[in-house]
């Protein structure tokens, strides 16, 4: 075969892969790509003016379409600002291949930074490839590394001369199918008949249920249990939060024991993360020692490791859930389904009150100025498409997205994972990317837009036509919610001064967007959120609508 430079070949393993975006920020380390892209109009290079943005699109496009996507960097000085979103992509498992530029492998001696290094605590796989040689079967195994489970980044540096220097080392056929791992049937068969036993189950959902092209929600499983549903972190729709037997989503190792000292049984479901580390420790389970647990998930470094397990499946969880379903079936006794019936009138029951205490709360509060941001969310409800995604990284104003929308349906939102803020302005348009039928809608915390707020002008280049809500409340108001938490654990009564949560002057988001070209609206009255919302989600450009909302504690 024609001896080709490694920058080709490179190009050549991305096609076989499928890739059609190419998120990234160039640099000098990055020029052979760059020219090598001239040769490849397959190829969409999505230029951002800062990483995060790269990393929340590709994060975001790899969760919606369920396929790695492909960033590029700029050697360490680029790839330092992707590394916040990077930490996120590894703790919730996205499946994503980030690369970099760098120096000539004969620069080690006049000074060349390890780029492995500085990523190897948030990738499955990071590896350096110095001789062109190695680039095709180097992106071939970083693509495979990240989708197989349990899924995640990987990471391939190239210096100058592997790109620069010619090879006939082509790619050669790829795998890109999905890697199921079927669970073992006697664990599903002792599990079930916990399960079927327990007077009173209970099931929390975290991130990896819907990973799959195939997810599988447990509605059946709650309903013939007669099971309370919580979910770890509500970043997908893992359990349609209209149910009556869902409960909310809980902050793990903070009270969740508390919480869960009800349940003889509890059934949890993918990876579980501890958000609230501040206030946990190890002495604080997730669980209530009294309660038995079963945990599925496909990470065998998070099922069974830190919590007492008493049936540890290492499996797909959809697929476990499956088998699992069908057998709790046919274990189930004519009593229990009695029982079960009773069971899910209280939940039903419950649900109504849940509801009217929305509803009472927002009418007490209905013409706050600021507004609540349950009224912003409850305004926004009213002209929101049966098909719209909605994109959550709004911090505290999230619990009022679900006050007010249910998540019935797959893919109806995503959020952020991991904790690093500055996911949504970049995440929004990798949804959108991937969906581009259906209308974006993102709400932003003013914090976590402000981290990325340059993802706005790859929005406006590119007339990716998503919506940004921006939760303006003019303050780091979880940070405040917090402290108080902290100080009342101290046992310190004096109030906090919050020093460095406050905004002193508070983003003009809308003038920041009319700098970028977007299409921008200043809202303090929530009577016009209706009116803008309609006039946005009829545009084919991007817009933006910052909501002017209470930040008190
Ligand atoms: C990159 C990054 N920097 C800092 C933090 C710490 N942090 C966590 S939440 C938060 C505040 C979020 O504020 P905002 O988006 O305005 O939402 P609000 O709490 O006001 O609803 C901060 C600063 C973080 N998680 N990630
Ligand atoms: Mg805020």
Same mark, same amino acid.
């Given at each position: 075969?024609?001896?080709?430079?490694?920058?080709?070949?490179?190009?050549?393993?991305?096609?076989?892969?499928?890739?059609?975006? $190419?998120?990234?920020?160039?640099?000098?380390?990055?020029?052979?790509?760059?020219?090598?892209?001239?040769?490849?109009?397959?190829?969409?290079?999505?230029?951002?003016?800062?990483?995060?943005?790269?990393?929340?699109?590709?994060?975001?496009?790899?969760?919606?379409?369920?396929?790695?996507?492909?960033?590029?960097?700029?050697?360490?000085?680029?790839?330092?600002?992707?590394?916040?979103?990077?930490?996120?992509?590894?703790?919730?498992?996205?499946?994503?291949?980030?690369?970099?530029?760098?120096?000539?492998?004969?620069? $080690?001696?006049?000074?060349?930074?390890?780029?492995?290094?500085?990523?190897?605590?948030?990738?499955?796989?990071?590896?350096?490839?110095?001789?062109?040689? @190695?680039?095709?079967?180097?992106?071939?195994? @970083?693509?495979?590394?990240?989708?197989?489970?349990?899924?995640?980044?990987?990471?391939? @540096?190239?210096?100058?001369?592997?790109?620069?220097?010619?090879?006939?080392?082509?790619?050669?056929?790829?795998?890109?199918?999905?890697?199921?791992?079927?669970?073992?049937?006697?664990?599903?068969?002792?599990?079930?008949?916990?399960?079927?036993?327990?007077?009173?189950?209970?099931?929390?959902?975290?991130?990896?249920?819907?990973?799959?092209?195939?997810?599988?929600?447990?509605?059946?499983?709650?309903?013939?249990?007669?099971?309370?549903?919580?979910?770890?972190?509500?970043?997908?729709?893992?359990?349609?939060?209209?149910?009556?037997?869902?409960?909310?989503?809980?902050?793990?190792?903070?009270?969740?024991?508390?919480?869960?000292?009800?349940?003889?049984?509890?059934?949890?479901?993918?990876?579980?993360?501890?958000?609230?580390?501040?206030?946990?420790?190890?002495?604080?389970?997730?669980?209530?020692?009294?309660?038995?647990?079963?945990?599925?998930?496909?990470?065998?470094?998070?099922?069974?490791?830190?919590?007492?397990?008493?049936?540890?499946?290492?499996?797909?969880?959809?697929?476990?859930?499956?088998?699992?379903?069908?057998?709790?079936?046919?274990?189930?006794?004519?009593?229990?389904?009695?029982?079960?019936?009773?069971?899910?009138?209280?939940?039903?029951?419950?649900?109504?009150?849940?509801k009217n205490n929305i509803t009472s709360s927002l009418n007490e509060n209905y013409s706050n100025v600021p507004m609540t941001a349950d009224r912003m969310v409850h305004e926004v409800s009213k002209v929101l498409p049966k098909n719209a995604i909605i994109v959550n990284d709004a911090v505290t104003s999230g619990n009022?997205?679900?006050?007010?929308?249910?998540?019935?349906?797959?893919?109806?939102?995503?959020?952020?994972?991991?904790?690093?803020?500055?996911?949504?302005?970049?995440?929004?348009?990798?949804?959108?990317?991937?969906?581009?039928?259906?209308?974006?809608?993102?709400?932003?915390?003013?914090?976590?837009?402000?981290?990325?707020?340059?993802?706005?002008?790859?929005?406006?280049?590119?007339?990716?036509?998503?919506?940004?809500?921006?939760?303006?409340?003019?303050?780091?108001?979880?940070?405040?919610?917090?402290?108080?938490?902290?100080?009342?654990?101290?046992?310190?009564?004096?109030?906090?001064?919050?020093?460095?949560?406050?905004?002193?002057?508070?983003?003009?988001?809308?003038?920041?967007?009319?700098?970028?070209?977007?299409?921008?609206?200043?809202?303090?009255?929530?009577?016009?959120?209706?009116?803008?919302?309609?006039?946005?989600?009829?545009?084919?450009?991007?817009?933006?609508?910052?909501?002017?909302?209470?930040?008190?504690?």
């Amino acid at each position: 075969m024609e001896k080709l430079a490694g920058k080709y070949i490179l190009l050549e393993a991305l096609k076989a892969q499928g890739i059609k975006y $190419i998120f990234g920020n160039p640099g000098t380390t990055e020029t052979a790509i760059m020219d090598a892209l001239e040769k490849y109009p397959e190829f969409e290079y999505v230029l951002t003016v800062q990483e995060s943005a790269a990393m929340g699109m590709a994060d975001a496009y790899a969760r919606a379409t369920k396929k790695p996507a492909f960033v590029n960097l700029h050697i360490e000085t680029g790839l330092a600002n992707g590394l916040s979103l990077l930490h996120n992509a590894h703790a919730g498992g996205t499946p994503l291949v980030l690369t970099a530029g760098n120096k000539d492998s004969r620069e $080690i001696a006049p000074g060349k930074t390890d780029l492995v290094e500085m990523v190897t605590p948030f990738t499955k796989w990071a590896v350096e490839v110095n001789h062109p040689d @190695a680039v095709a079967q180097t992106i071939q195994k @970083a693509f495979r590394v990240a989708l197989s489970p349990p899924t995640g980044p990987t990471f391939v @540096a190239f210096t100058t001369n592997a790109l620069d220097d010619a090879t006939n080392v082509y790619p050669t056929k790829t795998y890109n199918d999905e890697i199921i791992i079927k669970p073992d049937e006697n664990l599903i068969k002792e599990a079930a008949k916990i399960l079927s036993d327990s007077k009173n189950p209970g099931i929390l959902i975290g991130d990896r249920l819907v990973q799959t092209n195939h997810p599988y929600i447990p509605t059946k499983l709650a309903e013939i249990l007669g099971a309370k549903v919580y979910s770890s972190n509500y970043s997908e729709m893992i359990f349609p939060s209209g149910h009556p037997s869902y409960k909310g989503n809980i902050k793990l190792g903070f009270n969740s024991s508390d919480e869960f000292e009800e349940f003889d049984t509890i059934l949890a479901i993918g990876g579980l993360p501890r958000i609230s580390y501040m206030f946990s420790n190890p002495r604080m389970r997730i669980f209530n020692p009294k309660s038995k647990i079963i945990h599925i998930d496909n990470d065998p470094n998070q099922v069974a490791t830190t919590e007492k397990t008493d049936v540890a499946i290492i499996s797909d969880p959809s697929e476990a859930l499956k088998i699992l379903t069908t057998e709790v079936q046919s274990m189930i006794d004519g009593k229990t389904i009695e029982l079960v019936k009773e069971k899910n009138k209280i939940l039903k029951e419950e649900q109504k009150i849940n509801k009217n205490n929305i509803t009472s709360s927002l009418n007490e509060n209905y013409s706050n100025v600021p507004m609540t941001a349950d009224r912003m969310v409850h305004e926004v409800s009213k002209v929101l498409p049966k098909n719209a995604i909605i994109v959550n990284d709004a911090v505290t104003s999230g619990n009022s997205i679900f006050n007010f929308i249910d998540f019935n349906e797959p893919n109806s939102i995503f959020g952020g994972r991991g904790g690093s803020l500055g996911w949504g302005m970049g995440g929004a348009l990798g949804i959108k990317l991937a969906f581009p039928d259906h209308p974006v809608i993102a709400f932003v915390g003013d914090g976590t837009g402000m981290m990325s707020v340059q993802a706005l002008w790859t929005a406006s280049v590119n007339k990716i036509p998503v919506t940004y809500i921006m939760c303006n409340n003019g303050a780091y108001r979880v940070l405040k919610l917090n402290m108080d938490i902290y100080k009342q654990q101290l046992g310190d009564t004096k109030s906090s001064k919050y020093m460095g949560m406050d905004f002193e002057e508070s983003f003009n988001f809308s003038e920041i967007s009319k700098g970028f070209n977007i299409n921008s609206y200043k809202i303090d009255d929530p009577s016009q959120i209706q009116s803008v919302l309609k006039k946005c989600l009829n545009s084919d450009k991007p817009n933006l609508i910052d909501i002017q909302i209470d930040g008190s504690v």
